[in-house]
């Protein structure tokens, strides 16, 4: 009938606007994660081919463009995986300030921290250990992604 097939084609054009969507928070999501694992990684290798404050802009950037597109979709996407998201980009704030601090005083013997005094080495353990927590994370919000995914059903 011309109703079921009306209904039909809406839950079509659901689906697809709302698979868009995750793409696109995805894609952006992983740019973010894998920047920050680039920045553990230069600063392991001690790579100065970008400067500590080109990578934090960089890694900011995309931080903002990550979160301002799950606010945007906000309305739109399911509340749990939403929440997932802003809870991956809280932790990716703290890395950044971590990161932050750490990079413009590497080289002062101590530095405070939200009031906890640590040494550079200490906090720069810290932040690699954050961008553990954060692939972990990253990782496990794919696969809550996969599953609510699949169980959609598109008649």
């Not at 945007?72 to 509340?79: L, P, Q, R, V, Y």
């Not at 990161?99 to 921290?113: D, E, K, L």
């Not at 939200?114 to 919000?141: R, Y």
Request: glycine share 4%; aromatic share 10%; net charge negative.
């Amino acid at each position: 009938s011309a109703a079921t097939e009306k209904k039909v084609y809406v839950s079509k054009a659901k689906f697809d606007r709302e698979f868009a969507m995750y793409q696109e928070l995805s894609e952006k999501t992983l740019s973010l994660v894998y920047k920050i694992g680039e920045i553990v990684l230069r600063v392991k290798l001690n790579d100065k081919e970008k400067t500590y404050e080109q990578l934090l802009q960089e890694v900011t950037d995309l931080d903002n463009d990550a979160e301002f597109c799950n606010k945007k979709f906000g309305a739109f996407i399911s509340e749990d995986l939403f929440e997932k998201y802003k809870d991956l980009y809280r932790e990716c704030h703290e890395f950044e300030r971590m990161f932050g601090v750490w990079s413009v005083n590497s080289q002062t013997p101590m530095i405070i921290v939200n009031g906890v005094h640590m040494k550079g080495e200490e906090l720069k353990a810290a932040f690699i250990e954050k961008q553990k927590v954060i692939s972990n994370k990253s990782d496990q919000l794919l696969k809550d992604l996969r599953q609510y995914i699949n169980s959609l059903e598109c008649e």
